[in-house]
């Protein structure tokens, strides 16, 4: 190579070098930052998943990807025992000759509590007080009743389903010495398809994005005016909760954005344009008025950082727009409380997750 060709090489590379330090320059500059990171961020209380839908009540509820085992509805499931119910669960009693300990029932008990998609649960008649509980160490039942969900959010429990909390049952009832009473499986697929048909008309789930006016936000700048407005961190990448005064009950709020940004080896040097504040309607109680701290936290979260609020076309939402959903959402209220589902009930909250 010749001594020209050299230098002509170099001179590109220098060349190079100084167009993309120019690049990094620009883009730092337009991307808003915290002026002050947490080092610690408090844990997250149980939570539940929410997915993005437009505000309003298409109740389209099978358009949107939902996950109905996430680490926050484990969480939920172990603080609040959950009891089964005739309304949502199709349930199976299982008679024994004689009482037998918890600890001979656990013993014996699935590995899993699952059929396919659908959560099962097993409960005892405690032979002292005569009430139904989750298998309690110590204690002693003189019989046994086990109900798999009929429906949730993934769909309507279908017959493969069935066959599989049947099959699992019955090594349960063969371990401790029972005799099951299983319900007609095509009577249960029906009534499943019927709950799942109701719970697809009133399922929903609001949602407004906040869209950057000017220059990009980082990580940590949406994190910083989010603690300001009561959010704590999720426990997903890319998620922030405002968590109900209650233990264990899901958040009343979420917000979100991109979970790459959240996962990227620098976050705060990730650029945000768009997060989603969100509540899911059946998983809140009325009184804790979710509505109206979801319409508050938007404008609140809009002004601080600089943003607009609107809805997944990208349209403004006005004042008189809030108004017409929150009309909307008290008659939603009224039908599910209406059908023994009020929203913020366990049953409720069960079926729409």
Request: glycine share 8%.
């Amino acid at each position: 190579m010749s001594l020209t060709e050299a230098l002509m090489i170099l001179g590109g590379l220098v060349l190079a070098g100084i167009l993309a330090q120019g690049v990094w320059s620009s883009r730092k500059a337009s991307l808003k930052r915290a002026s002050m990171v947490p080092a610690a961020l408090p844990p997250e209380p149980g939570a539940q998943d929410v997915e993005r839908i437009e505000p309003g009540f298409d109740h389209t509820a099978g358009a949107v990807e939902h996950r109905d085992d996430s680490p926050e509805l484990r969480m939920l499931r172990k603080r609040l025992p959950l009891k089964l119910d005739a309304l949502i669960d199709a349930i199976a009693p299982l008679k024994l000759e004689a009482p037998i300990s918890a600890e001979v029932a656990i013993a014996h008990l699935p590995p899993t509590r699952r059929a396919g998609s659908k959560p099962f649960m097993i409960e005892g008649l405690n032979a002292e007080s005569g009430e139904w509980e989750p298998l309690t160490p110590g204690h002693r039942y003189g019989e046994f009743q086990a109900g798999v969900q009929m429906a949730n959010r993934t769909g309507a429990l279908n017959e493969i389903e069935y066959s599989e909390f049947v099959q699992k049952l019955e090594g349960f009832a063969e371990g401790i010495g029972a005799m099951a009473d299983f319900p007609d499986m095509l009577d249960v697929a029906a009534r499943a398809r019927e709950l799942d048909n109701f719970a697809g008309q009133y399922d929903a789930q609001l949602a407004v994005q906040l869209r950057a006016r000017g220059a990009a936000w980082s990580v940590g700048y949406i994190q910083q005016h989010a603690l300001q407005h009561g959010f704590v961190p999720g426990v997903v990448p890319g998620r922030l909760i405002f968590p109900a005064a209650e233990e264990g009950a899901p958040p009343i709020l979420t917000l979100t954005f991109d979970s790459q940004a959240a996962l990227a080896d620098d976050p705060n040097q990730a650029a945000l344009r768009v997060v989603t504040l969100a509540f899911d309607v059946p998983q809140s109680e009325p009184a804790l008025e979710p509505f109206a701290l979801w319409q508050k936290s938007a404008k609140g979260l809009a002004q601080s950082i600089e943003a607009d609020v609107v809805d997944d076309h990208g349209q403004a939402l006005r004042d008189e727009a809030f108004a017409a959903i929150g009309g909307e959402l008290g008659q939603l209220y009224s039908a599910l409380e209406g059908h023994d589902l009020a929203a913020g009930s366990a049953a409720a909250r069960r079926l729409f997750s």
